[in-house]
């Protein structure tokens, strides 16, 4: 009995020429028009697929992602919100431009986010609870066989590989940063939990 959790991180909420912010918890954006457009290919790289259950965070740009995958589903499951699936708070670094967050916080920390997925000072965010909530998922799912679409951001679904024990790139395993309009493969057989892939990205995203 296999079941596999298809993770994928929401599209773009920003466009070419747009001012990128570190978008939060707090901050609920929807999909900009290449986020639309990254959703609409994953929905055509998907349409195949037949998903046992699927699920997303509370946030616009990750509904809008899920349901645009759905509507592409033959015979769709019922589209649940998990909140754990929201995205960090990023506490005085929410919803600001990039470099003034690496002049507040360095590049070191940022680094040691990015690297070994430790929040630099002011980010209110809970490792430890986070891959608690992913272990729980996994153990809710893994008697029901099947893909199992979740659909995050990416400062939540990076601790799907740390709850998985999934070894680090500097080790022959995998990078944390899911980009947007990707995913990663999570195979849950038995006891047993293996990250299978990570980050990829169908053919026509942008």
Not at 31 to 51: D, I, K, N, Y
Request: charged share 25%.
């Amino acid at each position: 009995m296999t079941a596999r959790l298809i993770i994928v991180r929401h599209g773009n909420t920003f466009d070419k020429g747009d001012v990128v912010t570190r978008v939060g918890g707090r901050t609920d954006l929807p999909l900009s028009s290449s986020g639309r457009v990254q959703a609409q290919a994953l929905a055509r790289h998907f349409a195949a697929h037949s998903f046992a259950t699927a699920r997303s965070g509370p946030l616009k740009r990750t509904r809008e992602t899920a349901a645009a995958i759905l509507a592409a589903q033959t015979s769709p499951p019922e589209l649940t919100t998990d909140l754990f699936l929201r995205e960090i708070d990023y506490g005085p670094d929410e919803n600001r431009p990039e470099d003034e967050v690496v002049a507040r916080i360095g590049k070191a920390a940022l680094e040691a986010w990015e690297r070994d997925f430790i929040p630099p000072p002011g980010w209110r965010v809970d490792p430890a609870a986070l891959i608690g909530n992913w272990q729980e998922t996994f153990a809710e799912l893994r008697d029901q066989p099947g893909d199992h679409l979740i659909v995050t951001s990416n400062g939540i679904a990076r601790f799907a590989l740390t709850a998985a024990n999934a070894p680090k790139q500097e080790d022959g395993g995998f990078d944390g940063k899911l980009g947007t309009g990707a995913w990663g493969v999570v195979v849950l057989e038995g006891e047993g939990v293996t990250v299978a892939d990570w980050n990829l990205r169908p053919p026509a995203a942008s």
